[in-house]
């Protein structure tokens, strides 16, 4: 009899992970993780970075960290598509980078003429 319940007990267990594990993937499916990007400083993804959250709303905070205003020369968008732009406010000249780079100028931004210039930004 102890040996039935021992079998049980494991069964039990098992079938508790499996369903734990299940709900964990369902769960994955709803949870949305942050949209981010990496402005770096120098070319090709070189040098100092900056993590950017993307969103629809326009952030300035590239402008508003002065030691990232008006210095970054690359981007990786991490699969999601960022618009950066010169001023404050999403104002004056813009850049879109897509997941696939389509513009050619994610690793430098002399390019699209925006390098050095990048104050502002915002989900496309």
Do not use: T
């Not at 992970?17 to 769960?27: A, K, P, T, V, Y």
């Not at 008006?70 to 010169?86: E, P, T």
């Not at 999403?90 to 210039?117: E, L, M, T, Y």
Request: net charge neutral; charged share 20%.
């Amino acid at each position: 009899m102890d040996n039935n319940i021992g079998k049980l007990r494991n069964e039990m267990n098992n079938n508790i992970g499996n369903l734990r594990n299940e709900m964990n993937s369902q769960l994955g499916n709803y949870v949305q993780k942050p949209k981010q990007a990496r402005l770096y400083e120098h070319p090709d993804r070189k040098g100092n970075f900056w993590v950017l959250s993307i969103s629809n709303e326009c952030n300035s905070d590239v402008w508003a960290h002065h030691q990232m205003n008006d210095r970054a020369s690359s981007i990786d968008v991490q699969g999601n598509c960022v618009i950066l732009y010169d001023h404050a406010n999403c104002g004056g000249h813009s850049a879109r980078f897509d997941a696939h780079c389509s513009n050619g100028c994610c690793g430098d931004f002399r390019k699209c003429g925006i390098n050095d210039v990048v104050s502002s930004y915002r989900a496309c």
